[in-house]
């Protein structure tokens, strides 16, 4: 696996080789992380090298080959390409739930605004980049006259309760059960949507009996508000489940630095840029979107804060392949004696399908 992250922006091209002794799986992916679309290329014959020529509106990768031929000998060789775009509805400027010239007419009055500016309305900022432009025009275009569509979630804790000690499953049958909270209905708090689960960061978890999440190598998301007590020190758990085992949990934290981090045993990432364990609320979401389905890596996953794609602060690669055994807990790792969460939670929701760009920014707009 080569994993190349740099961001490429209005230049004439970049070349990317192997190295000499690479055997691994001949493919190439290039993704537009403002608007999740992406280009996956598969060749029958090794390329030798690959090039993404790029301009301020367009980007093709072409991977070179090398063919030596003897006279009147034949080579055959195929190359598939797959697209991948996000099949949902960004979120409408009129908020109708329909793309159609309203919103339009909504986006050219907030032409070139910016947060903090006469014009601003954030409703219209499609591409999540705090800047009304071509960006936005053209992620108008992809939906023209769609209405909104986005995927369900498997399990969803709105954490609403003002009373008692199960967390109510909102979508289905997996109601969750409080486990280490004090007698009494104090840990039911005001949240960020309604009501939330306060969680005192010594024992109180959340325990989904009967049900192990999303297991071995499917695409899966994870959304959630969390609210950390301070800034803490240590890692804060958010949501976890599979096996004890390296490479078979799915561990969703803040860590020590404050960032999300997704971690599966040998291998982890976290995420640059805005921190969430600052004390303020956050909306966070881990998504896990392979390039090969049938061999997930922790480069596949992607970690949104506050509805906006995050870059890459530190990875460890390794295969997803997560186990079936472990209960889903909400404020706890696979061993709650570890550590628990510290602080509030609320709107917690798993799909067992990938989560769109889209979709992710709605549920931190709602």
């Known amino acids: 696996m080569i994993l190349y992250t740099k961001t490429i922006s209005s230049v004439p091209k970049t070349w990317i080789y192997k190295p000499q002794d690479y055997l691994g799986p001949d493919t190439i992916a290039v993704e537009q992380s403002d608007i999740g679309q992406r280009v996956i290329i598969d060749s029958s014959l090794r390329s030798a090298y690959v090039g993404i020529w790029t301009t301020p509106y367009q980007v093709a990768p072409e991977q070179f080959v090398i063919v030596t031929l003897a006279p009147g000998e034949v080579a055959e060789f195929t190359r598939t390409y797959r ?18 010239a309203n919103d339009l007419s909504a986006l050219c009055s907030a032409w070139l605004s910016e947060p903090g500016t006469t014009n601003w309305d954030s409703s ?83 325990e989904i009996e009967g049900y192990p999440g999303v297991c071995g190598r499917n695409s899966r998301a994870v959304l959630a508000w969390i609210k950390t007590r301070g ?37 982890f990432i976290s995420a640059n840029e805005q921190q969430v364990g600052d004390g303020d609320w956050h909306h966070v979401a881990v998504v896990l979107d392979p390039v090969d389905p049938d061999r997930p890596l922790v480069s ?29 807990r909400i404020g706890a790792t696979h061993n709650p004696a570890d550590n628990t969460f510290a602080g509030t939670a609320d709107e917690v929701a798993i799909f067992d399908v990938t989560a769109t760009p889209t979709a992710v920014r709605e549920a931190y707009l709602k």
């Open 300 to 328: 596949d996953v992607l970690l949104y804060v506050d509805g906006k794609r995050r870059t890459i602060y530190r990875i460890e690669e390794a295969e997803i392949n997560t186990g079936c055994i472990e209960n889903v």
């Open 83 to 100: 697209f991948s775009t996000d099949g949902s509805v960004l979120q409408d400027c009129t908020g109708d739930r329909i793309i159609n």
């Open 124 to 206: 219209c900022d499609l591409s999540a980049d705090d800047r009304i432009d071509n960006k936005d025009v053209a992620a108008l275009g992809q939906v023209w006259a769609h209405g909104a569509a986005g995927p369900a979630p498997a399990a969803y804790w709105p954490l609403d309760e003002t009373a008692g000690m199960v967390a109510a499953d909102g979508v289905g049958s997996y109601d969750g059960s409080l486990a280490g909270f004090a007698a009494g209905d104090s840990q039911w708090v005001t949240a960020r949507v309604g009501g939330g689960l306060e969680f005192d960061g010594i024992d109180d978890y959340v």
């Open 231 to 267: 800034t803490p020190t240590i890692r804060l758990p958010v949501v976890a489940w599979g096996q004890n085992q390296p490479g078979a949990y799915w561990l969703i934290e803040v860590d020590e630095d404050q960032r999300l981090r997704l971690s599966c045993g040998p291998g």
